[in-house]
């Protein structure tokens, strides 16, 4: 009996899809699924079409929202509507397999205007047009998931590119958006599920063998060819990687890295200026071969020179020398890889619609802006000193 519960346990425990089904109410045949799904397989309908409607011809009819006559008005466009075909026989209804739901919601154009609604004028009609029509790429989906669900959530990268070959883990969910019910799925198709379930209309690829020298080249050139590299990847070889193609395409690169509750995030505009060094030349002269052997200790050591240690906080730089000791990695919060997601998201948003950006390094400081006296002299100098004794004692 024990084994017959294992074996259904085990066999329930398959990969999960990690694209939904669209389907057409007006045609036949997707009316059929519709059915057979009902029928065998989906176990929650969600459908507040009407409502969805409502926003959508307020959404058209900005000046007549306040006016007395707006129910009247949306109440004869609904009656038109219904007698063309029932309200479940317009839009589209969306299908989450890993769900077991269909979603009944407005077709692409009408779903969008409605969803960034919002966002006007804070974006304007052609900014969210060009931040939309983006393809950008995401190698590491752990602060890589934040700035994924913060550059979707704002109507940004209809198409975008997903690369990590890593598995969700219990400890990783200290700080990636994720349930334990994602626990052991790829980060790269779980951000997928997230993002369709924001916008069912994406469309997302995905490197779930995360980037290597054989699989670089389709992130990159997909097609389509991606516009914008986001690296958030923890080995520091195929970061050079990354900046040789990124190099050669002329693409920025936008990198963020946590740090206590605070975020720094590099920019590197080769779409600019294809003589930048890899990095800034912060970790000096760096190669692939020279990179793909290091141990965790020395990757630990070149990002936290690449970082300055002057710029880690105190209880940063405490843990660092922890690591292998009390600790087993280097410790990252939930709120700075949040930090980060918003930040990446404006950096891209602003590289796409031509605004003036920092082209080398923003430090996203909350101590700074929020802790008294931070920016004292005493304090300064206290942290100049602790910051030199670091060095010294973590060998950069």
Not at 87 to 116: C, D, M, N, S
Not at 258 to 275: A, S
Request: hydrophobic residues 40%; proline residues 5%; aromatic residues 6%.
């Amino acid at each position: 009996m024990d084994n017959d519960l294992a074996a259904e346990l085990a066999r329930l425990s398959s990969p999960l899809p990690w694209k939904p089904d669209i389907l057409d109410p007006s045609d036949e045949k997707d009316v059929g699924t519709i059915r057979s799904l009902l029928a065998d397989g989906v176990r929650f309908v969600r459908d507040d079409f009407e409502e969805q409607l409502r926003e959508h011809y307020a959404f058209l009819n900005p000046t007549r929202v306040f006016s007395p006559d707006f129910g009247d008005g949306f109440r004869a466009h609904k009656t038109a509507l219904e007698a063309q075909a029932p309200l479940w026989r317009h839009g589209r209804w969306i299908h989450y397999p890993w769900r077991g739901t269909l979603v009944h919601v407005l077709e692409e154009k009408a779903f969008r205007q409605v969803r960034t609604s919002r966002n006007r004028n804070l974006i304007t009609e052609e900014e969210q047009r060009r931040f939309a029509d983006a393809v950008v790429g995401i190698a590491g989906l752990s602060v890589g998931n934040s700035i994924a669900l913060a550059i979707v959530l704002q109507g940004g990268a209809n198409r975008i590119r997903l690369a990590d070959f890593d598995l969700l883990s219990l400890s990783n969910i200290n700080r990636v958006r994720a349930s334990v019910a994602d626990l052991g799925a790829n980060k790269a198709e779980m951000t997928a599920r997230q993002i369709f379930e924001i916008d069912p209309y994406a469309q997302v690829d995905i490197v779930a063998e995360g980037l290597t020298q054989e699989t670089i080249g389709r992130f990159f050139d997909g097609p389509p060819k991606i516009d914008i590299v986001i690296d958030e990847i923890d080995n520091l070889a195929v970061k050079c990687l990354i900046r040789e193609h990124a190099k050669r395409l002329r693409l920025p690169v936008v990198m963020a890295a946590d740090n206590g509750d605070n975020g720094v995030v590099d920019i590197e505009r080769y779409d600019l200026d294809q003589e930048i060094p890899y990095f800034h030349g912060r970790m000096g002269p760096v190669t692939y071969e020279k990179l793909k052997n290091l141990d965790k200790m020395s990757i630990g050591r070149l990002i936290t020179k690449h970082v300055g240690p002057e710029t880690v906080t105190p209880k940063m730089r405490a843990s660092l020398l922890e690591i292998g000791k009390t600790i087993v990695s280097w410790p990252q919060l939930g709120g700075a890889a949040l930090l980060n997601g918003s930040a990446v998201a404006y950096c891209v948003r602003s590289i796409v619609c031509g605004h003036p950006l920092e082209q080398d390094r923003a430090l996203i400081d909350l101590d700074e802006k929020l802790v008294p006296g931070h920016d004292s002299a005493e304090m300064k100098e206290k942290r100049k000193q602790e910051a030199a004794e670091f060095a010294r004692v973590f060998g950069i």
